[in-house]
């Protein structure tokens, strides 16, 4: 950690920053049923723009290493805000392909950009505490997005309108990036290690969480087709399936602030296992074809989801030495980033061809994989059994 002073206002700024990095996330998930209308576009589609975002997403984390060594933080937070910004007009304003298309290029660019710098700086000045409470804030900007596309495809409204309410947001946090740019304007440059570290032959169990990771993509698959399967299967209205999906991310967000203060009097593993309870409670209520369970199902997969990505990455660290743990985090990231680009693809297709009558099914899979997973990373004797 460097010497900047941290004064609670510039706090404040990096966590409003923050936000911008959710506020585009849930515009696709919450609204396609509508967009896809205004576009022409089959279902399946919107795996095939989530893929090309997450992509250009994954380009900007490999550009900004070259550009840290001349450019500012303050320079990346302002044009990678611009980006965003940018992208949403394309969306809202676009009618064919090309613009969505656009939309996906400007939008993978400039929040991927926000989201390296952003938890750079904050990896350099934050504490651990700072760190948990920072993510949250992203749920904020993801589930006040959802929301407000939510209010905007109600009858008598339209998707676009909440494009332009959240690109309006943006605007009036470039504004705040734009004058507090002073308190940024630092060297972006990332650390790295000073001396070589001999590269370790990787092992079976250095692979258990980063496969966790792999399957955790599906945090993005509830929130890319709960909408859709609300008002193609359970033939919800717009607004409702919108809704739903609000309250996904709600409970997402929620979640992980409930998980900032739980994490002082529990252990990892009580949270992690307490959390998958919630979700399996909610993978069940998936299945009753009524508002209101659809609506605890979507809070509960939102709050059972919560603590899993950041409190599983803090156990390569409690298990393998520092230089064997971070090549396991380099997977995470990698593994996590992996399928939530690919699975999505499949299962977009699949719902096209079939319907969404096995959505429920398929994400209860997912949450017993991932809770298979997570006994055997957090039980002593199972791990045993893999050194």
């Not at 993510?135 to 596309?149: C, E, P, Q, T």
């Not at 991310?249 to 992690?272: D, E, K, N, P």
Request: hydrophobic fraction near 50%.
């Amino acid at each position: 950690m460097t010497s900047k002073k941290i004064t609670k206002f510039l706090i404040f700024i990096v966590f409003i920053i923050f936000i911008s990095l959710g506020l585009p996330d849930s515009v696709m998930g919450s609204a396609w049923p509508a967009i896809r209308q205004t576009y022409g576009f089959s279902v399946d589609m919107i795996s095939i723009f989530g893929a090309i975002q997450l992509g250009f997403s994954f380009c900007s984390t490999l550009i900004y290493p070259r550009l840290s060594k001349i450019w500012t933080m303050d320079k990346f937070i302002i044009y990678s805000t611009l980006l965003t910004i940018i992208g949403l007009a394309a969306l809202g304003l676009g009618h064919n392909t090309f613009s969505m298309l656009l939309s996906c290029v400007f939008l993978g660019f400039g929040q991927g950009a926000v989201d390296i710098t952003i938890n750079d700086f904050a990896a350099k000045h934050f504490s651990n505490s700072l760190m948990n409470f920072l993510h949250a804030f992203y749920g904020i900007g993801v589930s006040l997005s959802s929301f407000i596309m939510t209010f905007a495809v109600q009858p008598g409204r339209t998707w676009q309108l909440g494009v332009g309410i959240i690109a309006s947001a943006q605007f009036l946090i470039l504004l705040l990036a734009f004058i507090t740019r002073d308190k940024f304007n630092e060297k972006a440059e990332a650390t790295h290690e000073t001396k070589e570290i001999a590269p370790e032959k990787m092992k079976f169990q250095h692979f258990l969480i980063p496969t966790f990771y792999f399957f955790y993509a599906v945090e993005l698959i509830i929130g890319r087709f709960y909408s859709s399967f609300a008002v193609e299967q359970l033939h919800f209205s717009m607004a409702v399936g919108a809704a739903i999906t609000s309250f996904y991310w709600a409970g997402l967000m929620i979640g992980r602030f409930l998980t900032g203060f739980t994490a002082y009097l529990l252990s990892g593993r009580t949270i992690i296992f307490l959390h998958f309870l919630l979700l399996l409670i909610g993978v069940s209520f998936g299945f009753v074809h009524q508002i209101s369970f659809q609506y605890l199902s979507g809070t509960l997969l939102g709050l059972g989801l919560a603590p899993l990505y950041p409190t599983a990455m803090k156990q390569a660290y409690e298990k393998y030495s520092a230089n064997t743990a971070k090549r396991v985090i380099s997977f995470n990231m990698a593994f996590v980033n992996v399928g939530m680009f690919f699975l999505p693809i499949p299962l977009g297709f699949l719902f096209e061809q079939e319907g969404f009558s096995s959505y429920p099914f398929i994400i209860a899979v997912f949450a017993l994989i991932l809770a298979g997973l997570s006994f055997l990373i957090y039980s002593k004797k199972s791990w045993k059994e893999f050194q």
